[in-house]
């Protein structure tokens, strides 16, 4: 899948373990041969902020922290009834995803994976904690690797177990540099 933003922003090439993709503000896929033709709206939205996708999944971050996931269902007009809301969460900061598997962090530092259970009205009970650390500042996941940077540059990789209450044991800390400034992660076999 390609995806190109109106803004004319950013394209982005999707493809089955290609995981990372960031389109302001509107989203588009490409379907067909390229041609004049060969764009479908797949919504109209403004206020969104980040786009991920993963596998045949893809997912969408709104400014206000909801969290939705593409049904497949293009748009008609200026009317774009193909998404599913996952989470309604104002301290969402970001997404990511892998394996069709999505990941949130929000802006306390908290971990979150998508369990597959969507919202029902406000209710969004699909969150399942893996991290608590208020030094999170960064996420990045490539297949089943899901990977924290802290504000004090060190990186940590997640080993399981998720979050038991406030508990959140599950990471082991791979670097301590404090001049990492970003991180990014592929190829693992």
């Known amino acids: 899948m390609l995806g190109v933003c109106k803004s004319g922003g950013a394209v982005a090439v999707q493809e089955p373990d290609f995981s990372f993709q ?9 379907e067909r041969l390229p041609d004049l033709f060969g764009w479908e709206r797949l919504d109209n939205n403004p206020n969104t902020r980040n786009i991920v996708g993963s596998g045949a999944q893809l997912f969408q ?39 069709n598997q999505l990941f949130q962090m929000h802006n306390d530092g908290r971990i979150w994976r998508y369990t597959g259970t969507p919202c029902s009205g406000n209710s969004c009970p699909g969150w399942q904690m893996l991290g608590n650390n208020s030094k ?17 540059g060190a990186i940590w990789r997640y080993t399981g177990p998720e979050c038991s209450g406030n508990s959140c044991p599950g990471w082991r800390r791979l670097d301590n540099n404090p001049k990492t400034k970003h991180i990014a992660v592929a190829g693992f076999n």
């Open 136 to 152: 999170t500042q960064e996420i990045a996941v490539y297949g089943t690797h899901i990977y924290q940077r802290h504000n004090n």
């Open 22 to 30: 960031r389109c302001y503000p509107y989203s588009w896929a490409y």
């Open 61 to 99: 971050l709104h400014q206000d922290g909801k969290i939705w996931r593409y049904t497949g269902t293009p748009c008609s007009g200026d009317s774009c009834p193909g998404w599913q809301m996952l989470d309604n969460n104002t301290r969402s900061k970001t997404i990511v995803a892998a394996r």
